[in-house]
Each structure stands twice: as structure tokens, then as C-alpha cells.
């Protein structure tokens, strides 16, 4: 019996290293960003993103890509999340894979926070430069000071070329052209070094003689000033008064060496320019909205009105991202990205012309396996269990109207 | 052999098995110290110590002295009063400077890409040494506290401005100027910390216009001060062995 425990014991000893080694030897790249762990809420009634376009689907090491288009910032933000005042246009990639060569809101370089208004849309666009080649899925993003990271639709680009030729060349305003990505590395290496051998000399000073024992039983004996001499006062006092003189002289030189430094800057834009969207002439009311939870679908019942002069159709519904669209009346030609295009997951009761002065009342559905697979259908666990988005219609000329949606959502169950 | 026998048999062997005993202990506390030290550094100086465009002239030399001057404090206390050895600062720094630069090279840049002139460590190491010999020279706790933490605390900025002066040159982009310590926080992207995250240059020190980095050197020298005594109790009480029988300390 004892055997066979030692057998058993030994086995799972050598399980447990051939599990260990396995999981050192395989770490899968994490590619993604969670961003269906987010809950449905913040992504449905916070920014909504549209109009995205990004310029490539490949881009070599050194080349530059852009992702461009427009967010609305939802006038309905949830009370549980903080007002968009302090707020940052980021991207959401692994990583510096790209570098951010530069992003703007409204034409306006964004480097630092901005403050944003509700019921606004702003215009945005991102230029990014690829630096390390690999399959990477690229956000849109938005950070909310209080209300954490608001991810927008991601679409998968591939980098090519190779790390080692990445390079990242800036002009400073003293006229020296740099190249960001090394730039004053030796030196930080050098003077890093240079303390180094210090502390070890110093280091090593007192560990080369006996340490432990014998100085424990001088100190406990009322010994312990024996154990520093005054040689060993003498070489502190080169040691201290050497660090003094090696800070002041460094910092002088380093003075003398780069005479103009500014302090980092920092600080709030204010006053963003928004982008005027075409005034709506439909209104939208929403009688009612249920989640089908087992058939993936959202249905609404919207009576719809149109005060313009030309007869108009509903073409998409746009929600967290994801667009349903009645493809009788639009179609996607922007390459967006498959898994948040339902091209045919919308469907309305009646989508004939609704004519100038008309008002109907129509049934809407959305449905698509994206309610499941980006995990919108958890909005009936979110504590304010309302739904929001963005419906675009489509006059005869093709001109577009946008017109947001907000209501309370009811689940069925059956 | 019996319990009163020697487990040595000459003075050459004792002394072998204390140098032997030595390099243990040194390297046990080495690595105790690295891992305890760097959490806490980690947990309460963070991101001021990992990216270059935080490090700036209030929050960073503030922060980052008040922060650190806790270990070296305490390993001091302990190796200060068993032992007479006046390394304990030194021995502290060089620890967690050594697993900071294990963790920004293989970490930050093995494993994430950053490259390493935006999230090198802060140095320490002049505050640390000159606390080591303070405390040698005057043999007084109170004197190396209000002495040495002074100047731990004033010691930090011009310590490191060598290796930051480069990265705070000036840069005109899109029309607006930058260092070049923000180009790289605003180039290579962090998602998870946007740029209102950072804590730089807020205070409210404008009084004393471009030179608030001497003020805020001044300040956090205060505090270490206080700092330094409180770590200082932590490493006496935290050296005791009272767990050992008939030991009287």
C-alpha cells in the first residue's frame, strides 16, 4: 500500500512539473481588449460610435494608418457613470504596436484630456504608425475620467515588416533630430551604471569582512564601537562627500549640456469644436421595447413622424457598435467589421416611404447572434435596465438622418 | 556527539561556517528585501517611477523620496543595532533598483514593448548611500533622520536630473509644444492610462514660478524625515527576538 502512495505521490509530483512546464512553454497572445465584458449599458448609452473607417486592413513597420469618424456623445448618460468633463480619445490595441503619431476631435490635436458636452457629435480621427508586426484587433476609444474605459468597434489589422526597422525620428525646437524610440538610452544606461558600482563599492566595502555572527557578539558584549575604525570613518566620509560632488557636478554639466528644458505640460482642452449634424425632420417616439432573450432580437414599437419634405425610410439601427441594417434601403461599403454588421437584422412591419407630414406606428426588430456574441442581452442585468442607440434614416435623395433612441427595455422570457 | 559538543572542530572550520552562514543571510535578506520593497514601491510611487512623463517637478520629487525612504529605514534599524553594518540603505536601493530594472526590461519591454528610455527606474542610490554614511559617521538615529532624510529628500532631483534633462528638451508638434518625455507618454499608447491619470504639476506652488522643483525637494525631505523615524521603529521592533527563549531583547 505504501508503494503504491509513493507511486501515486511521485506520478502527481511529476504531473504537476509537466503542467508547470507546459503553461511556461504556452502563453496564447492576448489580442483583444474585453471589451464584451463591458457592461452592455456603458456601451449603449454612453459614446456612440459612427461613420468609422479604418484606412487599412495591413499596413507595414513604419507606415502609417488612420482610424477616422464621428461619436455622439449620448445626451441619456447613465447616471452611474461620470459626465464625459474630463475625458480622453485613446485607442484600444495590445500595447504599443502602434504609436499614436497623432489624433485629433474636431481638427484639434488631442494629446492631452478634453471635455466633452452631452448630446454633441464630434468628429475624430487617429493617425497611428505601425511599430510590431502581428494580428491586432484596433479600437476606437474613449476614457472617462470616473467612468473608466468606453470601447468602441475593433477591427482586426495586420502589421508586416519587422520591430528592429521601426523608427520614430522627432525634431526638437533646439533642432536636434532625434530618434524617439532609443533616444538617450545609453545615457540613462551610463549614469545608472555609475551608481551602481557605486553602492556595490560601497557594498562590498563592509560584506568582504566577516558579518553576522562575530558583529552580533561584538554589539551584544558592549563591543559594537569597536567594530567601526577610523578607516572606515575615513572611507565613509569619501564615500558621502564623493556622492555630494558626483550630484552637483552631473547636475551642472547636464545644465551646461541641455541649457533649454521645459517642465512637462499638462492640462484640460476645453471647447472642443462638435460637428453639426444635418437637423433631424424626423421625430421618433418609443411605445414600447422587449428583448426576445431565446430568438437574439430586440423589437421596438416606434411611432414615427416625418416633418421634412421628402419621404423617408428607416435603414439602420446603430447600438454598443453594432449596426442592423434593412438592406432595401442601405448596405455597408465601408468594410466594417463582419462580427458588428447584421446586414440584414433589420426588419420593420412596414418600411414603405414615409411620406412628408405622415405618422406611423411601426414594429422594428433588431436580431442578430451579435446581441449574444457581443453580449448586449446582459442589459436586463444592468442596474438601469434602459436601452439607447442611434436610428438612421434615408430620404429619396439619399440624404441621412440621424435620430437617437432612448427607453426602458423589457425582457420576455418566453 | 552530544548537544554541549561543538558542531565546529577549529577555529579555521567556525569561521568557514560563519562566512558560509553569512552569504545566506545576505542573500535571503537580499531578495526578502527586493520583493517587500519593490511591492511597496510599486503599490504607493507607481506609475511616478515608471513612465518618463511623470516624472516631473512636483508630484514625482515629492512622492517618490517620501515613498522610499521607508526600507532603507528599517533595514537600517535592523542591521544598524545587531550588527554595526552602516549598509542598510545601500543594501535596500540596490535591491529594488535591481528587481525594478528586472521588471522594466523584462516586463515593460520583453513582454509589452514600451521601449526602456520611457519606464527606466527612478535612482535612489545617492540618497541611499549618503544615508548609510550619516548614519555611520554619527552612530544617532535622530541625526541620520533629520539629517539624512533632509537630504534622501534633496538629494532625489538633481540625483536623477542627468538622466531625465534629455527627455524634458522641448518639441513643437502639430502645433503644439511638448517635452519630449510627453511626445513618448503620447506615442506609445497605454490604454489603460489615459492622459488625465497622470499627476503632474498639480499643486499649488506658483509662487515661486519656474523653480518649484527645489520647494517640492524641501518638502518631501520634511516628510522623509518623519517617514524615516516611523520605518525606523518598524525595522527595531521588526528585529526583535523576543520569540527566542532567555534572549532578553
Redesign the interface.
Known sequence: MKIIKDKVAKLSFVALLVAMTAAMFYAPTASA?GEKSQAAFMRMRTIHWFDLNWSKEEVPVNETMTISGKFLVFAGWPETVDKPE???L?????????????SWIGGQ?V???VSLELGEVYEFKVLLKA??PGDWHVHS?M?V?GGG?IIGPGKWVTITGS?SEFV?P?????G?T?N??????D??YF??AV??A???A??LF??KR???????I??STGK?DS??SAG??KI??L??VG??V???A??G???E??P???????G?LRGMKTYQMPEATVSVKVDDATYRVPGRAMQMTLTITNNGDSAVRLGEFNTAGVRFLDPAVHEDDTAYPDDLLAEEGLTVSDNSPLAPGETRTVEVTASDAAWEVYRLADLIYDPDSRFAGLLFFWDEKGNRQLVTVDAPLIPTFI | MSASQSAVRSRAEAVQVSRTFDWMILFTLFTAVLGGYHIHYMLTGGDWDFWTDWKDRRLWVTVAPIVSITFPAAVQACLWWRYRLPVGATLSVVALMIGEWINRYMNFWGWTYFPVNICFPSNLLPGAIVLDVILMLGNSMTLTAVVGGLAYGLLFYPGNWPVIAPLHVPVEYNGMMMTLADLQGYHYVRTGTPEYIRMVEKGTLRTFGKDVAPVSAFFSGFVSIIIYFLWHFFGRWFAKTDFIADDAS
Open positions: 481588449h474630463v475625458s480622453f485613446n485607442v484600444g490595441i495590445p500595447g504599443p504596436v502602434f504609436i499614436r503619431a497623432g490635436l494629446p492631452r484630456s511599430r510590431r476609444m476614457n475620467q474605459p520591430m520614430n522627432v525634431t526638437t525646437l533646439t536636434q532625434i524617439l524610440e532609443n533616444y538617450a538610452l545615457n540613462v549614469w545608472h551608481w551602481f557605486i553602492a556595490f560601497w557594498l563592509w560584506i566577516p558579518l553576522f555572527v562575530p558583529r552580533h561584538a554589539v559594537a567594530l567601526i572606515d570613518k565613509g566620509m564615500f558621502g556622492t555630494l558626483i550630484v552637483a552631473s547636475m554639466a547636464t545644465n549640456k541641455y533649454v528644458t521645459t517642465p512637462l505640460q499638462a484640460l
